[in-house]
């Protein structure tokens, strides 16, 4: 364990459950499994069953998961069977599911069950879970329905729940992923919802809350992967560690920029004759790479949405490289007028030839980088990558090269040099 995660943990015995959860929620799991493995040698391992409770259902299996086979004996012993059950089940789904983020609960009942027999079962039970709503399974545990705790309340004691269930409920498959069910849910402002399996049979709730939390994390983790920072690399982590993150992606920017380098040396004898050139070059990659950015901000944003499911993808591209033409061409103006005036000095002559190289510079590196924030993403999905891992590093390349290449590539033809 990390020296600052010791420090924090000196004294486990005065630990209290929000402690423990706070820690784990805080931290990422390499952190986490030293310090669920030294907690259960040093302190009651109900305490640490309370606050794996506490947490989400995917954060806690992951844990158990990650945890030395002897630890997990442990835990796991001092859980209830069916709770044991149920963590267990979590880690047969695949990671960003409604699956890994199912709850378990005991307010299932029989369709032949009365009303009067649901009730006394449920009084006993809100001492030991949330219950919002119960539910009707049949004799393969598949789910018949919904009961909604108003309906309960005003029913006849000898009815059975068949009679007042709502029928055929909304569902959802533990198979869905986390985004999609938003996309199901988002219109149901439910509390809680059922997960089935591909069968139909009932597993277990997912709470509205956990759907949307699981998504958010996902959502705040794009920022960094788009500049090469973990999803793992937190505020806690140790700089040891936030280095090994941070360092491979840094690494292979300074060999993308050497790319952009090589270009410009490639018409050093331009820059030579026209040492002026030099004070757009980082004005043009500046404008470009922003653009890019802008294209590849909303593309990454739609993919992570879904928004591209019914919609043409070469639509998308059109728009956003039609975008950037005319952004490069508004911003060209006003960068040809620029060069135009600091040009009008030295040279006169030049000065009107200069300022359209600008122009017409800015307007085709603008096009390009947003033609490549737009269709990066897609690249990076085909090829089997996070649409949003280090796109903006190979964009920022591709937006240097460009701009950089076009303005000087255009002022060697024109000048003849």
């Known amino acids: 364990m990390d020296k600052d995660t010791e420090e924090l943990t000196d004294d486990h015995s005065a630990l209290t459950v929000e402690d423990i959860v706070s820690f784990l929620r805080s931290h990422d799991v390499q952190d986490a499994v030293p310090f669920l493995e030294d907690l259960v040698e040093e302190t009651n391992v109900e305490i640490i069953v ?8 995917e954060i806690s299996s992951g844990l158990l998961a990650s945890i030395q086979p002897q630890t997990r004996v442990t835990i796991s012993r001092a859980l209830a069977p069916r709770l044991r059950k149920q963590w267990h089940l979590l880690e047969t789904f695949p990671e960003g599911s409604v699956g890994r983020l199912i709850d378990p609960t005991a307010a299932v009942f029989s369709p032949s069950d009365t009303v009067g027999d649901t009730i006394e079962v449920l009084r006993d039970l809100v001492h030991k879970e949330f219950v919002t709503y119960a539910f009707v399974v049949g004799d393969s545990s598949e789910l018949l329905g919904v009961i909604v705790m108003r309906e309960l309340m005003f029913a006849e004691r000898n009815q059975c729940l068949s009679e007042i269930m709502i029928a055929d409920p909304f569902f959802l498959s533990a198979s869905d992923p986390v985004m999609e069910a938003l996309q199901k849910v988002i219109t149901r402002h439910f509390p809680v919802y059922p997960v089935t399996d591909e069968n139909g049979a009932f597993l277990g709730v997912v709470r509205g809350h956990r759907l949307f939390s699981a998504q958010a994390v996902e959502i705040s983790a794009q920022a960094g992967a788009m500049v090469g920072v973990e999803k793992q690399d937190r505020l806690t982590t140790p700089w040891r560690r936030s280095l090994r993150y941070r360092q491979p992606w840094l690494q292979l920017n300074v060999f993308t920029a050497f790319i952009a380098g090589g270009v410009v040396s490639v018409y050093q004898n331009t820059i030579d004759h026209y040492v ?27 993919l992570t949405l879904d928004h591209f499911k019914n ?28 060069m135009y005036i600091l040009a009008r000095g030295n040279l006169r002559e030049e000065a009107l030839q200069l300022s359209t190289i600008v122009f017409f510079a800015m307007t085709i590196s603008c096009a390009w980088s947003a033609l490549s924030g737009a269709v990066l993403p897609f690249i990076l999905r085909k090829i089997g990558t996070d649409p949003a891992t280090a796109a903006s590093i190979f964009l920022s390349t591709l937006s240097d090269v460009v701009s950089m290449g076009s303005m000087l590539a255009l002022a060697a033809l024109w000048f003849g040099l």
Do not use: D, W, Y
């Open 311 to 338: 919609k043409n993808v070469f639509l998308h591209f059109r728009k956003e490289f039609f975008l950037g033409m005319v952004n490069g061409a508004l911003v060209g103006l006003t960068a040809g007028c620029a």
């Open 276 to 302: 002026i050139l030099a004070v757009f070059l980082p004005i043009l990659a500046g404008q470009a790479g922003n653009t890019g950015s802008q294209a590849l901000a909303v593309t990454v944003r739609a």
């Open 50 to 57: 309370e606050a794996l409770q506490t947490l989400s259902p």
